[in-house]
């Protein structure tokens, strides 16, 4: 898959599933000199502003990457700097319940990235789940995408860094029946799948 195409079940989701959403694509910062773009910027209010940075991954994009190393470098750079912009800046708020901001990095459910993550679990697995923009706390979540080919409300997500870890027997057992996912994991060495390559270095 492409990853306009996911951008595309991305849009249609927080369309179907949240009320008035304010979404861009290919969302530009700038702060202290450094610029980047973020896939996907979604703004909701719940009824407190949380936003949701998002980072895909397709295959072209996995390839194209030296590593988990820079994957995840361009990861935490958002997440550093995205907020840092005056434009997106987050403002703590007294009696907050939850997360001012979700950052997400989304791989596409197919055995290159399934082969890749697993490849480098060790990696994505570290990333603390949780985290803070100056005052205000935030969420970090690495996973696949699930859901892609049904009703775009139904579209979620299967986390590798909380706390069932890729290939774990809870993982396994959460992955959809029937899924593109599931279809993928089928298409990688077993053994990969089950146990990994635990080397940390790219």
């Known amino acids: 898959m492409r990853e306009d ?21 290919e969302e530009p910062y700038d702060a202290e000199g450094r610029r980047g773009v973020v896939d996907v910027y979604v703004r909701l209010r719940l009824p407190d502003r949380v936003d949701h940075v998002i980072e895909l991954k397709s295959d072209a994009a996995v390839r194209r990457a030296t590593g988990a190393n820079e994957v995840l470098r361009q990861y935490r750079r958002t997440e550093r700097y ?7 800046r ?6 907050r319940d939850g997360p001012g901001a979700r950052y997400l990095l989304f791989f596409a459910p197919t055995p290159t990235c399934v082969h890749h993550v697993a490849t480098h679990r060790g990696l994505y697995g570290s990333v603390d789940p949780t985290g803070s923009v100056g005052d205000v706390p935030t969420a970090r979540t690495v996973g696949f995408l ?16 909380g706390e069932a870890s890729f290939g774990s027997p809870e993982f ?14 089928r298409g990688v060495d077993d053994d990969l799948v089950a146990f990994g390559d635990e080397r940390a270095a790219d």
Do not use: C, M, Q
């Open 5 to 25: 195409e996911l951008a595309t079940r991305v849009v249609d989701h927080y369309g179907t599933a949240h009320d008035d959403p304010e979404i861009r694509l």
């Open 82 to 88: 995205f907020h840092a912009d005056e434009a997106h």
């Open 90 to 95: 987050l403002r703590p708020k007294l009696g």
């Open 146 to 161: 699930t859901g892609l080919d049904g009703d775009p409300a139904d579209l979620g997500y299967l986390s590798v860094n």
């Open 172 to 185: 396994l057992a959460s992955v959809p029946e029937g899924s593109r996912l599931a279809e993928s994991i």
